[in-house]
């Protein structure tokens, strides 16, 4: 086989504690999955969880114990900062139940879904799809990947967000609206979940921007924290 021009590497995130890497698929995003963030963001209710997408390559891995420079991207000037846990995908299938979704899950990693705020609600209030607004270069920046046989119980963890040293974003995973094994169920309804999908699964309340020469600290208590340097 001979291609047009050298493919791009496969992206990949470290799984904590080994030399394993954990090859990127897809990546899925859940929309409004808290409710405080829910009603933040103009609604309510435990609506129906919808989803929107990242490209593989808009990972940025944050190495423990580094502090990672986060590009300040082009055309906004309303960047903002959502922390969430990640749930990564080790064994595909469609149409798994909620009893069996643990069964497909690798292990977990504190993310961020980074939001180019004014793209996306200019894009909302002309009715069309808002993926520049979420899917651009290292707008999907994440932690190493904490296997599920060490992980935390996800249902006890919390989760947290600071910036230069002010807390943000503060909740309990357990606030989830729809579930970790709820998410998995429905999203397999729609595709097909692969080996190597991750799931950013939704941020609670506190939501809002962050300029250049910004640090943030997202942490997930038992799984660790990010360190990034908006520049």
Same mark, same amino acid.
């Given at each position: 086989?001979?291609?047009?021009?050298?493919?791009?590497?496969?992206?990949?995130?470290?799984?904590?504690?080994? *030399?394993?890497?954990?090859?990127?698929?897809?990546?899925?995003?859940?929309?409004? @999955?808290?409710? &405080?963030?829910?009603?933040?963001?103009? #609604?309510?209710?435990r &609506?129906?969880?919808?989803?929107?997408?990242?490209?593989?390559?808009?990972?940025?891995?944050v190495?423990? %114990?580094?502090t990672?420079?986060?590009?300040?991207?082009?055309?906004?000037? @309303? +960047?903002? #900062?959502? =922390?969430?846990?990640?749930?990564?995908?080790?064994?595909? !299938?469609? /149409? $798994?139940?909620? &009893?069996?979704?643990?069964? #497909? $899950?690798?292990?977990?990693?504190? %993310?961020l879904?980074?939001?180019r705020?004014?793209?996306? @609600?200019?894009?909302?209030?002309?009715?069309?799809?808002?993926?520049?607004?979420?899917?651009?270069?290292?707008?999907a920046?994440?932690?190493p990947?904490?296997?599920?046989?060490?992980?935390?119980? =996800? /249902?006890?963890?919390?989760? #947290? +967000? &600071?910036? @230069?040293?002010?807390?943000?974003?503060?909740?309990?995973?357990?606030?989830?609206?729809? /579930?970790? *094994?709820?998410?998995?169920?429905?999203?397999?309804?729609?595709?097909?979940?692969?080996? !190597?999908?991750? =799931?950013?699964?939704?941020?609670?309340?506190?939501?809002?921007?962050?300029?250049?020469?910004?640090?943030?600290?997202?942490?997930?208590?038992?799984?660790?924290h $990010?360190?990034l340097?908006?520049?």
């Amino acid at each position: 086989m001979t291609f047009a021009f050298p493919p791009a590497p496969v992206v990949c995130v470290p799984v904590l504690g080994t *030399s394993t890497m954990f090859p990127v698929h897809r990546i899925y995003c859940v929309g409004r @999955n808290y409710a &405080e963030h829910a009603q933040e963001m103009g #609604h309510s209710g435990r &609506e129906a969880p919808f989803f929107f997408m990242k490209p593989a390559d808009a990972v940025l891995v944050v190495p423990t %114990g580094d502090t990672v420079d986060l590009p300040y991207p082009t055309l906004t000037k @309303n +960047l903002h #900062h959502e =922390i969430e846990l990640v749930v990564a995908i080790g064994t595909g !299938g469609q /149409n $798994i139940t909620v &009893e069996d979704a643990p069964s #497909h $899950i690798f292990g977990y990693a504190v %993310g961020l879904d980074m939001t180019r705020r004014d793209l996306q @609600n200019d894009m909302k209030a002309q009715g069309r799809p808002w993926c520049i607004g979420k899917g651009f270069e290292h707008s999907a920046p994440i932690g190493p990947i904490t296997p599920v046989a060490v992980a935390v119980d =996800i /249902n006890q963890a919390t989760i #947290h +967000l &600071e910036v @230069n040293g002010q807390p943000r974003q503060h909740s309990a995973l357990s606030q989830l609206i729809w /579930n970790i *094994s709820e998410t998995i169920a429905q999203l397999s309804c729609a595709w097909t979940l692969q080996p !190597g999908d991750l =799931i950013y699964s939704g941020t609670p309340a506190g939501v809002g921007a962050v300029m250049r020469g910004d640090t943030l600290h997202g942490s997930i208590s038992g799984l660790g924290h $990010i360190d990034l340097k908006v520049v």
